[in-house]
């Protein structure tokens, strides 16, 4: 089974501090994902990343940056936090078919 | 633009019952739809898949390409079944695009 580990399950951080949110993949995918999971929003895409050392910017980029400096690991990246980075992200990976993605158990990230 | 659009946030049924989630797109060429379920404290996760046209835990979804939807059925809901759902969109060359998500709560 693939694995797609979230290192943190839950955060609480102040406003402006940095954040790190990591990512790890034990199967060898091509591509991995940063999705923020809201109530009434549904999932809505951060980065994504296709291969090592590329990214690509999703649908709210806005706020975040993204490392994949190896490929089993994506990171997100919170420069400064705001209480509306407040939410669930889900990190998701894909062999090469993007449609089929493998979703790790989440980081709820509380920004005070 | 892809879109996908979920009617409903909260859906409940009683056990037994049928079950319908609807899910529309709005996609000008030929999509691959997903249904995704997400359970009580675990991750969310791949349902199916309209191309593989099987039936998972009791659900089928069949793509209508004229009315440009991709319902999620099964004829008599359980418990168990009490979940959050996602209908998702591929087209290929971008990832998926995901509703916002229906809750289902199947009544015993």
């Known amino acids: 089974d693939v694995k797609v580990t979230q290192s943190s399950r839950y955060l609480v951080k102040r406003t402006g501090e940095k954040v790190f949110l990591e990512c790890v993949q034990d199967?060898?995918?091509?591509?991995m994902f940063w999705y923020r999971q809201d109530p009434g929003l549904g999932l809505r895409l951060i980065y994504f990343?296709?291969?090592?050392?590329?990214?690509e910017k999703g649908d709210i980029p806005e706020g975040y940056s993204v490392s994949r400096e190896k490929k089993e690991r994506f990171s997100l990246i919170l420069e400064s936090a705001s209480t509306n980075q407040t939410s669930m992200y889900l990190c998701?990976?894909?062999?090469?078919?993007?449609?089929?993605?493998?979703f790790g158990e989440g980081s709820r990230l509380t920004v005070l | 633009a892809q879109r996908v659009t979920q009617p409903e946030k909260l859906l409940s049924v009683f056990k037994g019952a049928p079950v319908e989630l609807k899910c529309n797109y709005s996609?000008?060429?030929?999509?691959?739809l997903f249904w995704y379920v997400q359970y009580s404290r675990q991750r969310l996760q791949l349902l199916l898949r309209?191309?593989s046209r099987e039936s998972i835990k009791g659900f089928t979804a069949d793509l209508n390409k004229g009315e440009t939807s991709f319902h999620l059925k099964k004829p008599f809901a359980q418990e168990e079944d009490s979940a959050m759902y996602y209908c998702?969109?591929?087209?290929?060359?971008?990832?998926?695009?995901f509703g916002k998500g229906t809750r289902l709560s199947v009544i015993a």
């Open positions: 998701a990976s894909s062999l090469r078919h993007m449609g089929e993605l493998f």
């Open positions: 199967m060898d995918h091509e591509n």
């Open positions: 990343s296709y291969d090592v050392k590329m990214k």
């Open positions: 996609y000008s060429g030929s999509p691959e």
């Open positions: 309209h191309i």
């Open positions: 998702a969109l591929y087209s290929g060359n971008t990832p998926l695009v």
